[in-house]
Nanobody
Framework: QVQLVESGGGLVQAGGSLRLSCAAS????????MGWFRQAPGKEREFVVVSTWSGGSAYYADSVKGRFTISRDAAKNTVYLQMNSLKPEDTAVYYC???????????????????WGQGTQVTVSS
């Protein structure tokens, strides 16, 4: 059973940066599609970014494109989300997700992922 543990959330001022980490265990990390989602209070969980299993491709939500970057460290079984130029509207609980497959048409859907972390809170003050 794959387990995902996020860390790195916190409180930051608008324009600042944070780096989230997601440590994976219990599976073959290099074979998983890895993604990040977020959920703001009163809203649906939304897609942020996905990295294909090889790490060769990444797809971003328009709202974070150019500000967020996903990366993977296979040696540490960890995926990172570097968030720059943060905005108050980025405030949410951020979830790491892993999928056994990469779905090229539905990678932004929660149903395309098999495993989820518990989430880490990111709060951006104005």
């Amino acid at each position: 059973q794959v387990q995902l543990v996020e860390s790195g959330g916190g409180l930051v001022q608008a324009g600042g940066s944070l780096r989230l980490s997601c440590a994976a265990s219990g599976g073959t990390f290099s074979s998983y599609t890895m993604g990040w989602f977020r959920q703001a209070p009163g809203k649906e969980r939304e897609f942020v970014v996905v990295s294909t299993w090889s790490g060769g491709s990444a797809y971003y939500a328009d709202s974070v494109k150019g500000r967020f970057t996903i990366s993977r460290d296979a040696a540490k079984n960890t995926v990172y989300l570097q968030m720059n130029s943060l905005k108050p509207e980025d405030t949410a609980v951020y979830y790491c997700a892993a999928g056994n497959r990469f779905y090229s048409y539905t990678y932004s859907s929660r149903r395309s992922y098999d495993y989820w972390g518990q989430g880490t809170q990111v709060t951006v003050s104005s």
